[in-house]
């Protein structure tokens, strides 16, 4: 069975990467659109084979409650906007995935939760390198002790935004619609990884925040950002992210046996795996998967076997909470305990 989805927002994401990949799921057909552009909207539908009655606006978006061809609707929407949408569609009814970082506070995160639950409704967040064949091999060697015991982690996370050249950047350098900078959109990319590479949960977070203040980008969110994770087991993790360096998106690994680099770790492809051991290196090659359809597909089945999935709405909380404490740290100066 393919369960129907609705996508809200039709911006450079959702048409440059989720639609097209719909192709792929065997278990999630798109058949409804949201969108505050009726054109786009009609013009997209046409593409896709979509009928004229499952096109909503922001407006008339509560009444998808009546449209039993819908089960999911996927929020892909500027970051301030995730906590209302997922409230609304839980209120229509509907299982929900939500895109990246799941809200801009704490606060948005568990009302997002409370309304899924109370709604009797999955909540899923859209961690797709979660569903990417490398870093789940990755994870996988990592738990078999490949690497032996686990000593440190970094990763960095950051690329060049265009906020006068490219119409998604230009929300992302506005607190109200972002919640923030280089952390909340990519950062959050290297403490999610450093997170699943340690299998642990850290208990104690330190940074450092520094943008150059001539640079009208960042005047009201944040370029360099710097933070540590210290994990129970003794695993560090050193993590950067920025809106202003050239795009890398890697991670490493280190054990006392061997360390392991994704390099990149969360690109859409194109991902490479290299192991470093005592005797020599190597480059397992790995086949490349489609994780968005993977990641789709996943919350399907989730619904259709009522199973929880492997990112729900408490996982997006945790990632809230540490970039929060993340922020509070760099602002005061001092570790803060998670
Ligand atoms: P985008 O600007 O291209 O798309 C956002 C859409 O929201 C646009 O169509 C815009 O018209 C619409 N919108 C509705 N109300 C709006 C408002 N009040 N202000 C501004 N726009 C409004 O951005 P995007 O790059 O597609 O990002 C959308 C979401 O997807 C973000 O949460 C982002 O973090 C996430 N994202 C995730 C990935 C990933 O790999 N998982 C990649 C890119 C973006």
């Known amino acids: 069975k393919k369960l129907g989805w609705a996508i809200v927002g039709l911006g450079k994401f959702a048409t440059e990467e989720i639609m097209p990949n719909f192709k ?87 009302k997002m939760i409370d309304a899924c639950q109370k709604a009797g409704k999955q909540l899923m967040i859209a961690y797709r390198c979660q569903y990417e064949p490398f870093n789940l091999n990755a994870i996988e060697r990592i738990r078999k002790g490949e690497l032996g015991k686990l000593r440190f982690i970094t990763s960095d996370h950051g690329r060049r935004v265009k906020p006068t050249e490219d119409k998604a950047d230009t929300w992302r350098v506005q607190k109200k619609l972002a919640g923030g900078g280089s952390l909340m959109d990519i950062g959050i990319y290297s403490l999610n990884a ?24 960042f005047k009201e969110v944040e370029d360099n950002v710097a933070f540590t994770l210290r994990f129970p087991s003794g695993v560090l993790a050193a993590c950067t992210s920025s809106y202003s360096y050239e795009t890398v998106k890697r991670g ?11 390099d990149p770790l969360s690109d859409y492809d194109k991902h490479t795996m290299k192991i470093g051991k005592p005797d020599g290196k190597e480059e397992p090659q790995l086949k490349e998967g489609n994780q968005f359809a993977a990641e789709i597909d996943h919350l399907s089945e989730c619904i259709l076997q009522n199973k929880t999935p492997r990112t729900p709405g408490e996982e997006g909380l945790r990632d809230v909470r540490y970039i929060m404490a993340i922020y509070e740290s760099a602002r005061k100066g001092k570790a803060i305990k998670v």
């Open 24 to 110: 792929d799921c065997q278990h999630s057909r798109l058949v409804a659109l949201v969108s505050g552009s009726p054109d786009k909207a009609q013009k997209l539908a046409q593409q896709y084979g979509l009928q004229e009655k499952n096109i909503y606006s922001y407006q008339n978006f509560d009444s998808i409650k009546d449209n039993p061809e819908v089960d999911v609707v996927y929020i892909i929407l500027p970051n301030s906007l995730h906590a209302e949408y997922t409230i609304r569609a839980a209120q229509a009814g509907k299982h929900v995935l939500c895109e990246k970082p799941m809200a801009t506070s704490v606060h948005d995160c568990q």
């Open 194 to 217: 450093a997170r699943y590479f340690a299998g642990e949960e850290p208990v104690e977070v330190t940074a450092q925040i520094a943008s150059d203040p001539n640079d009208p980008r």
């Open 252 to 262: 490493r690994v280190f054990g006392d046996k061997g360390w392991l680099d994704l």
